[in-house]
């Protein structure tokens, strides 16, 4: 696992992506702006992760799949699984409360055009490798499509050829971490069928029998 050498909040170590962030804040004054942080529990024994900021969404709130589309429904599903107290995630000051579970991103920046690149995928993991060394809690592990997955498997340094992503797949990993993938619950995959809810459900309902 790479250090890290600063808190996440003063990271600049994508040229492309603190630039971006940079220009971001110079027009959209009201924005957060930042590297995103992990919400919910720090204790939480399920850990999910997507993708990275949308512009419009974590990147304006600074909280995970809050104030876009990805969040609808992400959040409704943890609250119909009792791992939110409310059904939707408003804004960072909303007073939601996760139980059980804490959302955080393979890449922390908001990327230009939603679209990290490899490189910024790879270097951005040292922050997911030290959630995961300060969370021994989280036994299960939820990807939100590719990216994540492949995130995962990097922070916790194993092979890709150890598991493939697949929807509905639940992998049980060789430090004994359970990993459960899923595709995105973004607008297109959720507006193209490509998720559907009862699909998104069944996927917690597997990781419901996991904890
Ligand atoms: N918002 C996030 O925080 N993450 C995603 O993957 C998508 C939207």
Known sequence: MQAVATPLTECR????????????????????????????????????VGLAPGYN??????????????????Y????????????????????????GCRITNAVKCVPPANKPETAEIRTCNRH?????????????ILA???????????ALTLKRSACKFAHGARHILPN??????????????????RLTEPAFHAVFDAIRRDL
């Open 128 to 140: 997911l490798a030290a959630e995961l060394v300060a969370s021994p809690e989280a036994r299960v």
């Open 76 to 99: 409704s599903t943890l609250h119909r699984y009792g791992f939110a107290d409310r059904p939707q995630s408003i804004s960072a000051s909303d007073g939601l409360l996760l139980n």
């Open 13 to 48: 170590a994508c040229p492309r992506l603190a630039g971006f962030l940079a220009d971001c804040r110079a027009t959209q004054t009201d924005f957060f702006a930042r590297p995103v942080p992990p919400f919910g529990d720090p204790k939480a024994r399920l850990l999910i």
């Open 57 to 74: 969404g974590a990147n304006r709130t600074g909280r995970p799949f809050t104030g876009d589309y990805a969040g609808v429904l992400l």
């Open 144 to 154: 939100l499509g590719l990216v994540a997955h492949n995130a995962v498997l990097q």
């Open 176 to 193: 004994g971490r359970i990993l459960h993938d899923s595709y995105h619950c973004s607008r297109y995959n959720t507006q193209t069928r």
